[in-house]
């Protein structure tokens, strides 16, 4: 079976431009999550979607968005970007079955090495 | 505010040491602590604990939780260099989301 998979692998922008990054979770997933880990820190939550709706936004200013699409994959758009947002962007999914549910393990993708020069 | 505190944040030792990584940590309504190894960019899950005081073992690998004391232990055994990676600590605490809160890593280094 396929992991979570992300497009693209790396990107390079300037500052000002917008950015999107893709994402397909491990199939029967519903639950998709992104993560910013800037190098030296540890993965910092953006989104949480599971089933098309957000259920949760970490503290990032709303130049961030994200949408999950009937097929559960998702996309993270980041628009005026600053040099502060190059970092390795990470997708997750998670197979929980409920809304409710938080204790499942999250499966992570190779990430997006974004550079904002 | 959820906070996770890694030690050391750097430990190089030769292969067949055996090693103790360190994760502190504060949650609200704590879920669960899970442990990650990331080697290149993608980090794989090695351990959840939920219940304190109960082992889980994988290999040479195993970790603990003390949900009174506030923190978790990953014990490595007989080190290889394929062990060498950066180990991630995070917490989960019940607020509606699925949100981990990681701890900065420790980055792990085993010399031949």
């Known amino acids: 079976d396929a992991g979570v998979t992300q497009s693209p692998t790396h990107l390079i922008k300037t500052r000002g431009q917008h950015v999107t990054l893709r994402c397909s979770p491990i199939s029967g997933h519903k639950s998709v999550s992104w993560y910013q880990q800037v190098l030296g820190q540890g993965p910092q939550f953006i989104f949480q979607y599971y089933e098309k709706e957000e259920r949760g936004r970490g503290n990032f200013p709303d130049r961030f968005s994200a949408r999950q699409f009937p097929n559960y994959s998702s996309e993270l758009n980041v628009n005026a970007l600053l040099l502060g947002d190059s970092a390795l962007y990470l997708c997750a999914s998670s197979p929980i079955s409920d809304r409710s549910t938080t204790n499942e393990k999250l499966f992570f993708g190779s990430g997006t090495q974004l550079s904002v020069l | 505010e959820d906070k996770v505190v890694q030690s050391p944040l750097s430990l190089v030792v030769h292969e067949g040491d055996t090693v103790t990584l360190n994760c502190s940590y504060e949650v609200t309504n704590f879920r669960s602590l899970l442990w990650y190894k990331q080697e290149k960019k993608a980090p794989t899950f090695l351990f959840m604990l939920?219940?304190?005081?109960i082992e889980k073992k994988s290999g040479r690998l195993s970790s603990i939780l003390d949900k009174k004391e506030l923190f978790s232990i990953l014990n490595i055994t007989a080190t290889q260099t394929g062990d060498s990676a950066i180990y991630l600590c995070a917490v989960v605490g019940f607020q509606g989301a699925q949100k981990l809160v990681f701890g900065q890593g420790t980055r792990l280094t085993i010399n031949p």
């Open positions: 939920t219940s304190s005081g």
